[in-house]
């Protein structure tokens, strides 16, 4: 079962623009983490956010935690093609949850030349 | 490149039969999670290894089972292939059993037909 469902699945903007992508999910997590893929290979971490953080930044991304209504957003700003790729968030719920991460079903992004 | 390994690369199989998926983890890490990834979906858990014991199982049926060795390397073994088990297979290495940062490697696909 997927625990965060993305929003939007898919997005095209031109380089330059800003990317926005959402996540909502359903338990209490100890953090929440985003990651990039390209073309259905290997995942590549990208940022971590605790469950007592509120935004965080690492470059030109910028991610933020509202646990009061179990949602994140991930936004990259300033584009640029090599941003193609598919974002997923993943939830961490701790060792009681079974050791795992819960991924949601990803965003889809086109970045434009 | 993230330093995790994965062999081999592409394989087919046909219904019924048995596949072993084999991963090298990153230097330093001693703890390894496979996922399974549907084509257009989020990963989804299928077990974690920490020191040769597993630490945390998805809901996946006994036919799929693993190991981990004394070099933290790991195999993924599936039994009685069906048609559904095609997907794309990956593993992430990490430190100490946490799921703080998983560092990927680029997965095997496995057609099953």
């Known amino acids: 079962s997927q625990q965060g469902e993305e929003d939007p699945q898919a997005l095209s903007i031109q380089e330059g623009e800003n990317a926005t992508m959402n996540c909502s999910y359903k338990t209490s997590i100890n953090n929440l983490q985003w990651y990039r893929q390209n073309s259905g290979r290997g995942l590549v971490h990208l940022i971590l956010i605790r469950s007592n953080e509120r935004e965080k930044h690492s470059g030109r991304l910028r991610v933020t935690l509202d646990t009061s209504k179990k949602s994140s957003s991930l936004l990259i700003t300033a584009s640029r093609a090599a941003d193609t790729a598919s974002y997923f968030c993943a939830t961490d719920e701790g060792e009681a949850a079974g050791n795992k991460l819960t991924f949601g079903g990803g965003t889809r992004v086109l970045v434009k030349p | ?113």
């Open chain 2, 1 to 113: 490149e993230t330093g995790v390994t994965q062999s081999p690369t592409h394989l087919i199989k046909t219904r019924g039969q048995q596949v072993t998926l084999r991963c090298s983890s990153q230097s330093g890490h001693n703890t390894v999670s496979w996922y399974q990834q549907a084509l257009g979906q989020g990963p989804q858990f299928i077990f974690q290894y920490y020191r040769e014991e597993e630490n945390g199982r998805g809901n996946f049926p006994p036919r799929f089972s693993g190991l981990q060795f004394p070099n933290y390397s790991s195999e993924l073994n599936v039994n009685a292939l069906e048609l559904d088990d095609s997907a794309l297979y990956l593993c992430a290495s990490s430190q100490a059993a946490t799921n703080e940062k998983l560092f990927f490697g680029s997965g095997t696909q496995l057609s099953v037909l």
